[in-house]
């Protein structure tokens, strides 16, 4: 991970963000980060709304940007947008702005109260407003439907089915035909946390040095030898579909939708495998905030109103492939690759045997260094060939100190803990 200057040196020169008149609402983001996903920001889905400065920002400058203007007390950020566990530090700072009047406002237009309540952050007041929401789903040409194994029904996919159609397509073709998002800026650390361990062990921390977990590692082992040595440098799945470069994928809903949208009657979109524990899966809702001593609060409020309407919200949808918060039905005219996400959406939530596993909460900026302990053990084990057990024994000591550091409790799917969530 990029290294991370002190917040006390970026408290000091906090004013380097700061600027003489604040004409516009300063809105920082670590979603739609892309260049073309902020264009589309910029340029539709704030159209209309006042002026707007949409910021972009990784997660880790995100976390330090927002900690430096707290600890100055100069604040040029009027609106943030971010994942849930990304919010939850600023809410246990008690930084956020309470949003419950706009919550009421919400709940009564038909955005789900689960949703909302997710928004109070453990809290008795709504620190944020949910805006989208998303999750990873697999993606295929249709071509590869032919190499399926007999039986197998790809919306009910299980590893072992998964590796029989790799091996099937890596013989008819002579090349390997699955690819995953593992490159420098790809979203693998998530199919580590969401998919493959609570497959195949039912958690994601507790579990992680597990029988199980050294079972699912030997299964991925033997999965990698039908994906693509090209998966490293994979940072979307989109592109490499596209090209024709592999037929299967995995990847973000975002991730995947230009390939899709571009020729939806080539494609099949359906929910990750499963293991022996069950479908994991990880939705992924990012929210709106508004921090205390915000310098356009007011700008902020029509901002979030705007996004959260049902006609922003659908745009939202069509044009970068985060799905709505509000409980809207998704029109027939919707573009065709948007619709065929949607429905692998609601096919994984559906799995008989899904297994939720939230985002990272807790961790503050040490959220890269949780997604690295999940990375160099794939490196590690599964391209370097290292032994399992000796790799996850040395991983398993690096994650404890972090839970230990943080004093990051358990979430789901890991069972709950009264403080740091062990490695058992």
Known sequence: ????????????????????????????????????????????????????????????????????????????VSLVGALHGELSPLADKDTLEPLDDLAKKLAASGMPQSLLDLGKLGKSTQQYIPWMQATYVMAAKKEALQYLPDGADVNALNYDQLIEWGKNMQEATGQP??????????????????????????GVVRTFQSADAAAGWEKLKALWAYVTPNSTSYDFMQEPLAAGEVMVAWDHIARLKNAISAAPDDFVVFPAPAGPKGRGYMPVVAGLAIPKGAPDK??????????????????TASKVGFFPTLNVKLPPDL???VALLAGAVTATQASKDAVISLLPVGLGDKGGEFNKVYMDSFQRIVLQNEPVADVL?????????????????????DAKSDGPCPVQ
């Open 177 to 202: 035909q699955i690819g995953f998002p593992a490159g420098p800026k790809g979203l693998m650390a998530r199919y580590f946390q969401g998919y493959f361990y609570p497959s195949f062990t039912g």
């Open 335 to 337: 573009d065709a690759g």
């Open 393 to 413: 024994k040395a991983q398993g000591a690096t994650m404890a100190k972090l839970m230990t550091d943080t004093k990051a409790a358990c979430w789901a799917p």
């Open 298 to 315: 007011a700008g902020a409020e029509k901002i979030i109103e705007h996004l959260s309407m049902p006609e922003t919200q659908l745009l």
């Open 1 to 76: 991970m990029k290294h991370i200057m002190s917040f006390g040196i970026l408290a000091s020169t906090v004013l380097a963000f700061a600027s003489p008149v604040l004409a516009q609402t300063v809105f920082v983001s670590t979603q739609l980060r892309p260049i073309e996903e902020a264009t589309v920001v910029r340029e539709e889905l704030l159209k209309d709304v006042g002026s707007v400065d949409y910021v972009v920002e990784e997660p880790p400058q995100f976390a330090v940007r927002m900690e430096a203007e707290r600890q100055a007390g100069k604040h040029t």
